[in-house]
């Protein structure tokens, strides 16, 4: 018989469920196991024991290292579950304690938007996948030497390359949060213009072209395209030319109490069209479906 003695202060319980449910593999080959937790002066430990015999199944299999395996996996995700957030709390407070703390809170979010892949990333996806097998293989080498365990002592001292993958995650979400900061503040200074200007418009109409260019019509359906932009295409040259830019700057200066954008299948810039509902904000409305779409997307058609 030997066994694995995993030594934790707090999560027994659940971890127990955890193992329990990892070494249901365990049955499938055959292989008596058992699963104990022994407390002891307020500390907890769950020894987990098998027969190291060959199974009737395959006799080259070699139970204590399944064992060894399927219990490391099963730590590997209670690690994950119940040490990240600490980890990562702790990496900001001592890397970034300049901040403020709302501010490290926030990154905290951000991180653990990364960590839990919320945006379903693929390079995320590979990356959880690493960090969750750096971890694995990290006590599949420890327990080649010891059968007893000390997890927080481990977590702490043991697993310095999972933590570098931590630190390199807290970096992103810092440069994520200090961007973002730029963002709302460039967005707040946008505001500040359109809200000081009088409204030039009641409506404008933005229809967006298959050319990624933009075409602004008043609120008779006149186009004023030519009229807005000229002072701002007389500085730069045609090759030079940022037609996203060019709109916003275009309807800051016009400041319209209303816009209505049009062939919104052929609007690519998603962020620019946030950026544009941020600035004028309750201000914008997106069209369905009109004339003014219907025939925009028939000229283009026709062009393509």
């Given amino acids: 018989m030997q066994f694995l003695c995993i030594a934790v202060s707090d999560c027994a319980d659940g971890l127990v469920q955890h193992i329990a449910c990892e070494l249901e593999e ?24 098998v ?47 300049y901040f403020n703390l709302i501010e490290k809170k926030e990154i905290l979010n951000i991180a653990l ?43 702490n001292f043991r697993l310095k390359e999972y933590i570098k993958d931590l630190e390199e ?11 973002e900061r730029e963002y709302k503040e460039f967005i707040r200074l946008l505001r500040y213009f ?21 075409m602004l019509l008043d609120e008779t359906q006149k186009e004023i395209t030519n009229e807005c932009v000229q002072e701002f295409v007389k500085e730069i040259s045609e090759g030079e030319i940022n037609y996203d830019d060019l709109l916003v ?17 052929q609007f690519r810039n998603k962020e620019l069209l946030e950026t544009i509902k941020n600035v004028f904000s309750g201000k914008v409305v997106i ?5 003014i779409c219907a025939v925009n997307m028939a000229k283009s058609e026709q062009k393509k």
């Fill in 113 to 155: 938007r990364i960590i839990k892949n919320d945006d379903k990333n693929l390079l995320n996806s590979l990356l959880q996948i690493r960090r969750k097998n750096v971890i694995v293989r990290k006590l599949m080498e420890y327990f080649d030497g010891a059968n007893s365990l000390i997890l927080d002592g481990f977590v």
């Fill in 249 to 265: 700057s275009s309807l800051i200066t016009l400041a319209p109490k209303k816009i209505i954008i049009h062939t919104m299948g």
């Fill in 169 to 179: 995650i807290v970096d992103k979400a810092v440069d994520d949060f200090l961007m």
């Fill in 26 to 49: 365990l049955k499938n080959k055959e292989i008596n196991y058992s699963i104990d937790e022994v407390t002891n002066e307020g500390s907890t430990s769950v020894i987990c024991s």
């Fill in 194 to 214: 359109v809200d000081i200007q009088d409204p030039k418009f009641n409506i404008v109409h933005v229809i967006v072209g298959y050319d990624s260019k933009y």
């Fill in 51 to 97: 027969e190291d015999t060959a199974t009737s199944e395959n006799k080259t299999a070699h139970p204590f290292e399944m064992l060894r395996y399927h219990v490391s996996n099963a730590l590997a995700d209670c690690i994950i579950r119940q040490y990240e957030e600490k980890l990562i709390s702790r990496i900001i407070n001592s890397n970034y304690g």
């Fill in 287 to 291: 069209c369905s479906g009109c004339d």
